[in-house]
């Protein structure tokens, strides 16, 4: 047993260490590199995500207790510190650690919720981001009674590390979110948090912080007028929205099972407006937010920097156009870029009967752009 004052020796204070270490280097990936940033905002904003995540790497490995879990705050429109990971205005997720051994219940009640759902990944080693989704359930599979409310077991579930709970708001800023409870069915095992234990949830916590930061800042890459004319486009061009896809049971991270993604980037001057259009399929939800290069939204009630089924309104032929840009559009579903110069798009539609058709984007003068729908 280690006593304080062989702590230069604890595992703990080595694992400690070794994150602050991680911490200290982790900004050269938005500082230096293909994926530097190019304005102030971002730079700040590449701090203010390493606090983020910072937080969220706490919670998911350093305070956890699988045996007594409870769902934090994963994603929400209003919390500063819970921006990131592709987050949007639409919606409350949270999170719990849970054991593949044990058996859990999990109740609640929808809300205002139009779309909710559980999802179970695994953790192919410790800090490692998800690669399966192990379970699902979205509210069809679950019994909700006439006042919204739900209970359900789930467990042992092989493999189960994590278990992410999404919740979409027509409106975040005046629904009411979904409550989610979860209680594990056996005796809880004795609270230890030695130095052993510490030490392994900081090197997971290091781990975890040192993925994000492999993903994040997206890249932008370079408007279509820059590009080459000799050989193949370049891949992931700015101003332009990439193939939409279903999420299959395989995937990296804690992506949504029901969902398609279109993903896309901006690069706009001050006079200029990017025009989207697209036709939604049947389909429970969808929205498009602007992000910034790391994958975070701005806060509900700061501007409007998204637009979804229930605020958009259509062309007569069923389609959708929404218009993005730095300064003011008088289009019913123009999104700001709240000034940012550059940045990242984010389509979602939660169980569409077909994968979406891609949108269409064009680059157009500020006063050029629509300001009706068709």
């Known amino acids: 047993m280690t006593t304080p004052n062989e702590s230069t020796t604890a595992e703990s204070t080595l694992a400690w260490r070794d994150l602050l270490d991680t911490l200290r280097d982790l900004d050269t990936n938005f500082l230096q590199g293909d994926r530097a940033v190019h304005d102030d905002r971002h730079l700040a904003d590449g701090y203010r995500q390493l606090a983020t995540t910072l937080g969220v790497a706490f919670d998911t490995y350093l305070f956890a207790e699988p045996s007594r879990p409870i769902f934090i705050e994963l994603n929400t429109p209003f919390r500063r510190d819970r921006r990131w990971g592709g987050d949007n205005t639409d919606a409350f997720y949270r999170l719990a650690v849970v054991s593949p051994d044990r058996r859990y219940r999990i109740s609640g009640n929808k809300g205002d919720a139009i779309y909710f759902a559980i999802t179970g990944y695994n953790e192919p080693s410790p800090g490692a981001w998800s690669d399966k989704v192990v379970l699902h359930k979205h509210d069809s599979d679950m019994d909700v009674d006439a006042d919204g409310n739900f209970s359900f077991e789930i467990g042992p579930v092989p493999d189960i590390a994590a278990i992410v709970t999404r919740d979409y708001q027509l409106d975040a800023e005046s629904g009411r979110p979904v409550t989610w409870h979860i209680e594990a069915l056996e005796e809880p095992e004795p609270i230890r948090h030695g130095d052993a234990e510490t030490a392994a949830a900081l090197r997971a916590s290091a781990a975890w912080l040192k993925t994000m930061f492999m993903i994040i800042p997206l890249t932008i890459g370079v408007r279509a007028e820059e590009q080459q004319t000799e050989g193949h486009e370049i891949a992931g061009a700015a101003n332009t929205m990439g193939p939409p896809y279903q999420v299959p049971d395989s995937n990296f991270g804690w992506s949504a099972r029901d969902a398609c993604y279109s993903f896309g980037s901006y690069d ?107």
């Open 268 to 374: 706009l001057a001050d006079d200029e407006a990017l025009v989207i259009t697209h036709t939604p399929p049947t389909v429970r939800f969808w929205s498009m937010c602007v992000w910034n290069q790391f994958m975070a939204n701005h806060s509900a009630g700061d501007g409007r920097t998204s637009v979804n089924i229930a605020s958009a309104v259509p062309n007569s032929d069923g389609s959708v156009t929404i218009v993005v840009s730095a300064g003011e559009c008088a289009h019913p579903n123009a999104v700001t870029t709240m000034d940012y110069p550059r940045g990242n798009l984010a389509f979602r539609w939660f169980l569409p009967d077909v994968v979406p058709a891609m949108p269409e984007v064009q680059v157009v003068k500020l006063a050029d752009a629509p300001t009706s729908v068709s």
